[in-house]
Structures are given as C-alpha cells and as structure tokens.
C-alpha cells in the first residue's frame, strides 16, 4: 500500500524514497526525519510500500515491532541475471502504478533514494532511464544510503554483471555505472565493504560518497545530515546539465519483461536486441 509523508506539490520535483529489506514506507519516514526535514526544501519526497510482504528486516526490532506489516524490493532467493532484470522490470512498474494512484505525473520525478535493498532498487531505476526505457523522464540522479548485499559476495558478482551490461549498453568500456549518484553509509555498518565496492563501479565524475557516523542505519547526527543533504543537492545541480541518452531501447515496460523471460532480449555489440 502506498504511503505519502506530505501531499506532494507539482511546484517541487519528486524524490521517490525507498525503504530496506523488512521495512515499510512509514518506518523510512521515521528513520529519514531529520534527512527529510532538510531535502524537502528541495523536493517532495514520497514514500512507498514494497510489493513483497516480509519479516522484519535487519535492526527494525524491537523499536517498530507494533508496525502493521513489513515489505521488501528483492525476493532472497538466488536467480539467474534475466530473471533478475525481470524481477527489476516489475518493481519498476510496480512503482510507476504506486506513484500514479497518487495523481504524481511521471514527469515531476527527478530522484530516487533507496537504503539498503531500496537502494539496490533505486540505482536500477536509474539504470532503466539512462537505457532510454523509463517512464520518469525526468529523473536524474539516485541516492544510494547503505546499500549491500548482506555481505553476499555471489550476488555482489550479480550487480557487477548488470552494471556491466548496462555501461556496455551505453557503449562505455569500463564496465562503470554511468549515472549521477550519491553514495553513503554508516562508519559501523556491518556491510559498510558492500556500499564501498558499489560505489566504486560508479563512474568517479558522477559520483558523490560520505561516510556517516552510525551502523546500517540513516544518518541522524546533524553534521551529517547536513553534509549528506549539501552532497545531494550539488549532485542535482550537475545532473541538470543536459546529456544525450540513448534511444537505441525504448520497448514498452511488459514487451520487454516478456523478452527477458523468453531469452529473445540480449545485449549484442553494446546494444539492447529483442
């Protein structure tokens, strides 16, 4: 189910927040507080639900036990890199039905920030955009806050396929995320290595990294929160310079799921093929 902090006005472009693994929209709003009193000068930030029930994910308990149900982005289970991408392609779609059952236009979405699994799911938001396949076609930059794999090194190798054939689809050579991106994560965090080796496929001139002083957790103290929301707005001040995407791929949303799962949609010579 959809859940909104504010009702968001058209005068200010969308941040789509996306919650962790065992978390809800609601539990994000509460964790982000302090981060979102800042980034709401700038944007509207609108929180949604996951579309897979859950367990309660890592450090949720026992402080938002009594809350009513908890989602997640990613199924757990290991899968091959197409159905992987399909599994992207319905939270992409997913998220487009979500945010339209709120009057949000498409177009008034500039950013999406993910924690945790969230933050998985936001850069491949980013990454469907900059392949020329995205409903948003306005969005931007994505904020990536704890991101990791639970320590997961076969699913780590994962990411770094996907981000491969992605900086391959857009005819780059060094397997770079070519995306604007501001990455952070908690000095203590268990899977603080996680959020280091991702960052670092992100290519250096677009990308933005922090270190905060908490565990796998938001950011709370002020010298951080402020610092963090600085990054992010210089990040989105250089993500408005205008840049050329690709139009080699622009198969609708289901098409191209359907393709995957059929195995008729493949990368050859650095270009989508269906």
Known sequence: MARIIAKPRTKKPVMVMLHGSGSSGAILGIQTHSLAKELSKTFDLVFIDAPTPS?????????FANMPAYYRWLVPEDKPASLRFAELFDVAYYIETQLASQNIEPSQVAAFLGFSQGALAALAMLAFRLIGHSA????RFCVSLG????????RMEGIRGMIGTLSATLGRE?????GYS???SGLRDQW???GKQIMRMCVGEKTKN???AEGHALPRQRRDVIKLTQMIRNVDDASKAPEKLTEKFRAPLQDARSSL????WQVEDGNWKM
Not at 55 to 63: A, R
Not at 147 to 154: K, Y
Not at 174 to 178: A, E, L
């Open 182 to 184: 501001v990455h952070a």
């Open 261 to 264: 799962l059929n195995g008729t």
């Open 192 to 194: 603080y290595d996680d």
């Open 210 to 212: 922090i270190d905060y």
């Open 147 to 154: 991101a990791g794999t639970a320590g997961d090194t076969a």
């Open 55 to 63: 367990e309660p994910g890592p450090g949720i308990l026992p402080l």
């Open 136 to 139: 948003w076609k306005n969005l």
């Open 174 to 178: 060094d397997g770079k995320f070519p």
